[in-house]
Every structure is written in structure tokens, then in C-alpha cells.
């Protein structure tokens, strides 16, 4: 099956600078890629996410990459807030009905 | 809509008890999902439902855990008997392919604490 890891499991940044957190997976049918971003004492929320005919996607902030050859995609949040302090999961699956996530990162973003 | 419940919140119990988790999907979705959240393992999937069948329950640690979808709205996850490693926050997720393709919509979560 599909084996997600993800690094780092802990990222401290200044408010103002910019956070990568990189992910990879083993099943090369995977062709969804999902983040998620979980508050404390929430469940998760999708935040992003891109698809495997797409290289790189962006929302205002928030980027997202994607190496199919390597197996690996990465989330990039610039301009880092406070409130963007949060555990980010990254998932991969080749349905989406069957994601697996990989362990998260808590990212925390110091004024 | 007011997205995905699930109840209760937190569970205390002891070790032995039977513990039930209940999940209310966001109407109009046809998929399921059961996740754990734990430090050491993550986010795992145990199982998920499409339109109330069970499709995938290999997740399901043992035979102690059982889940149930009578119908759309109404799911149940059953721990028989409790156990303290069972320990975790247990969430509900449910998805349309309707628009909105894999996109899944979590729940707060139950926290159980087996003692």
C-alpha cells in the first residue's frame, strides 16, 4: 500500500519568513495530493491540493509542488502568520477515498 | 450546513467497557471515512463507507472494533471491550464526488480515554 513520509515533524519560523514542509510516497499510481491544516482541538481541513497532471499550483500564500518523478511534493506557506501555526498533514491516494496521510507537521510561527 | 458531527467529544471509560462513537455526515455525501489520530502512527484510516456498504475495513485493528452505517445520516464506531492502547482521537470524514471531487470534510473528533 501507499507510504506517505513527511518532514519535518516539528518547523519553527519567524513571522514574516517562509515554511517548506516536504513530503513523499511510495505507490507511483498515487495522482492526488492533498494538504491539510488541523487546529488545535479540530479536525482537519483541506487547505490545498494538486493532482498529478499539474506541477505546481498556488492560493495567495499557500503553494503547492509536485515531483511525479521523484515522488515527492511540497507545501510552501510565505509571508508566514501567527495564525498559520497548526499541524499540516500531507496525504497521497489514487482515489481520494482511500488517503494516506503522513504524520504532520506542527509548524509554529513566532511573532 | 453544519458540517460533520460527531459525538461525544471526549470519552472517558475504563479498560473493558464497550465505547460507542457516532458520526452525523454532511447530507448529501456519499462517502464515509473512520480515522485514529495518534502521536506515534498518525492520522490512520480503519474504515470507509460508500452509500452506507462498507468498502475497505482492513484499517480495523481487530475484531474489537466494529463500525455500522444503518443509514445516510448515521454511523457508529464500537470498541468491544476497551482497551488503555485504544487511546486516541477518533474522527468521522465524509465526501461527494458531486463538485467537489476528493475533497474529505472532518469532523472535532471524539478524544477517548480508556484508563
Known amino acids: 500500500g501507499e507510504n506517505v513520509e513527511q518532514h519535518p515533524s516539528t518547523l519553527s519560523v519567524q513571522e514574516g519568513d517562509s515554511a517548506v514542509i516536504k513530503c513523499t510516497y511510495s505507490d507511483s499510481a498515487s495522482n492526488y495530493f492533498p494538504w491539510y491544516k488541523q487546529e488545535l482541538g479540530k479536525g482537519p481541513q483541506l487547505i490545498i491540493d494538486i493532482r498529478s497532471n499539474v506541477g505546481e499550483k498556488k492560493d495567495q500564500r499557500i503553494a503547492v509542488t509536485l515531483n511525479k518523478t521523484a515522488k515527492h511534493f511540497s507545501l510552501h506557506i510565505t509571508e508566514t502568520q501567527p495564525e498559520d501555526s497548526a499541524v499540516y498533514f500531507c496525504a497521497a491516494g489514487d482515489s481520494g477515498y482511500a488517503l494516506n496521510f503522513g504524520k504532520g507537521t506542527s509548524l509554529l510561527v513566532t511573532p | 450546513d453544519a458540517g460533520v458531527i460527531q459525538s461525544p467529544r471526549h470519552e472517558v471509560t475504563e479498560m473493558g467497557q464497550e465505547v460507542t462513537l457516532r458520526c452525523k455526515p454532511i447530507s448529501g455525501h456519499d462517502y464515509l471515512f473512520w480515522y485514529r489520530q495518534t502521536m506515534m502512527r498518525g492520522l490512520e484510516l480503519l474504515i470507509y463507507?460508500?452509500?452506507?456498504?462498507?468498502?475497505?475495513d482492513s484499517g480495523m485493528p481487530e475484531d474489537r472494533f466494529s463500525a455500522k452505517m444503518p443509514n445516510a445520516s448515521f454511523s457508529t464506531l464500537k470498541i468491544q471491550p476497551s482497551e488503555p492502547r485504544d487511546s486516541a482521537v477518533y474522527f468521522c470524514?465524509?465526501?461527494?464526488?458531486?463538485?467537489?471531487?476528493?475533497?474529505?470534510?472532518f469532523g472535532s473528533g471524539t478524544q477517548l480515554s480508556v484508563l
Open positions: 463507507f460508500n452509500n452506507n456498504v462498507p468498502i475497505d
Open positions: 470524514a465524509s465526501s461527494s464526488r458531486q463538485g467537489i471531487g476528493e475533497k474529505l470534510f
